[in-house]
């Protein structure tokens, strides 16, 4: 089984290393537009071998993981690659561009747009690790357009990985997935801008860096080559959730202003809900 | 060696299992105004014995780790009841205001104002745990005015439980750490308020919670009876942080708004330095 993966970072290269633990006879065969991104996942036994864009016909699973920006442009000629009976399927943080994109291929019912959601703040070959995928949740979007044979050879590819499946709509998971991923990644961007600007004559001062600030600005480590382009691609969504996110931190800094102590205390309260909801 | 714990919460009843382990002579001494705290702490064992205020000249140390509001008030009336050898610190995350609230009293010299830089999103005598405090650092406010016999006896016990110690004006204190804390719990409440408003309707979604956001919302599980007195306390800095993280927001939002990726890009990269910084 020759399941071919294009771009071997964090995400393609993790699940590089569990679909070689779970399928005895499967041949890893890597792409990466980063020439020390393939040495690596050669080295670190990542990938079994490099392979190019003309060998797509030999493989049998197509893993497009990516950044958004670069699979909207590989994935239609991808698919004109691919033999009959390949499955191509993505792995991208935004879905509604994606399936636009191949909406009208030939080969459409070869793909299958997903989003596993699981991820760490670090970026490349090296950053890939075993088991990243178990227990964790996979988007699905559009399943009525992937033929069954495809269907069942993805969903016995998520199961062995451990993922559980929620189907969705394209522009449902973009909307949610805004509040849920996109923001989170902005508002830890602009803390730690705004604690560097600050503290910038004063490096001493990151001595006083707890584990709930390293916590809150984790995600701020995160890859701008990966990130600028799902910015770019839900722009209208994450452009509503900061605008709600903008809304309620002014309305906590007027509270606080206007000394109302009480309703700061509701405030929190409320929110601790939180606490509930994600167990 | 009596220790008196006054509030035996995560950090206080974190301190006692620490300190219980490291001195041999111990009696832990708890006080709290929640009943059931002080049986919890009994039970699992945190502390020794109930004490009440009366009893405050029997101690040898005398550490407050309530809220900040109720350490303003129960400071001077502690100071007032201890013999005139033993050490009080208290651990809150504000510093001007306690060293105001003792400034003038006859035992000023028996009072170390403190802020160990710990904790987790519990609260409360369960939540304690041993090591808490190890590799951390606690920021030490106004040292010249405690007397020498107290300070040895602060640092012996910040070493034994594996403090690092680091030196501030009490002033310069709230005002980073205005930055370093504060605005975190603020950025991680309000981010948790604006997705469960939007997703009220859609618990399903939090299946899209992926460990991105549980990081980033973590901190808005903490207890708003213990931080609606610090952000009282710290007002106008934390205004003053808010006020540079929602411009810092706003900016983005409007690059994204006018299409400026590479300028997106550029405010991601240059905020990735936090992986040095934090290192």
């Known amino acids: 089984m020759n399941i071919y993966i294009i771009g071997i970072g964090l995400i393609g290269g993790s699940m590089a290393l569990d679909i070689k633990k779970k399928y005895d006879d499967a041949v890893i065969c890597g792409m990466d537009s980063n020439k020390t991104h393939i040495e690596d996942a050669l080295h670190l036994g990542i990938i079994d ?11 049998d699973v197509v893993i497009v993981a990516v950044p958004v920006d670069i699979a909207l442009m590989l994935l239609p000629q991808i698919l004109d690659g691919i033999n009959d009976n390949a499955l191509v399927l993505d792995v991208g943080s935004t879905k509604s561009p994606i399936c636009e994109a191949v909406a009208q291929h030939k080969r459409r019912r070869n793909f299958l747009a997903t989003h596993p959601i699981a991820g760490t703040e670090f970026s490349g070959p090296k950053a890939a ?5 178990k227990d964790k949740t ?12 495809q269907q069942e050879t993805a969903l016995d590819l998520f199961q062995k990985l451990g993922i559980r499946i929620r189907y969705m709509e394209a522009k449902s998971h973009d ?3 805004a509040y849920m991923s996109h923001l989170s990644h902005i508002s830890s961007f602009m803390l730690g801008k ?5 503290e910038k004559n004063e490096r001493d001062i990151f001595d006083m ?43 906590f800094k007027e509270l606080l202003k206007n000394e109302n102590f009480e309703e700061l205390f509701n405030e929190m309260q409320n929110t601790n809900r939180i606490k509930e909801i994600l167990k």
Chains 1, 2 share one sequence.
């Not at 690790?129 to 995928?133: A, E, K, R």
């Not at 996979?138 to 044979?149: D, L, M, Q, V």
Request: hydrophobic share 40%.
């Open 49 to 59: 071998k490099k392979v190019s864009m003309d060998e797509l016909d030999q493989a």
């Open 129 to 133: 690790v075993t088991n990243l995928f």
């Open 138 to 149: 996979s988007i699905i979007c559009e399943i009525e357009k992937t033929a069954y044979k």
């Open 175 to 177: 909307k949610h997935i």
């Open 194 to 198: 705004t604690v560097i600007e600050k």
């Open 209 to 251: 860096a707890g584990s709930g600030f390293e916590s809150t600005v984790r995600l701020a480590k995160s890859s701008p080559s990966m990130w600028t382009p799902i910015f770019k691609q839900n722009k209208a969504n994450i452009i509503e959730t900061l605008d709600e996110y903008i809304l309620n931190l002014n309305h």
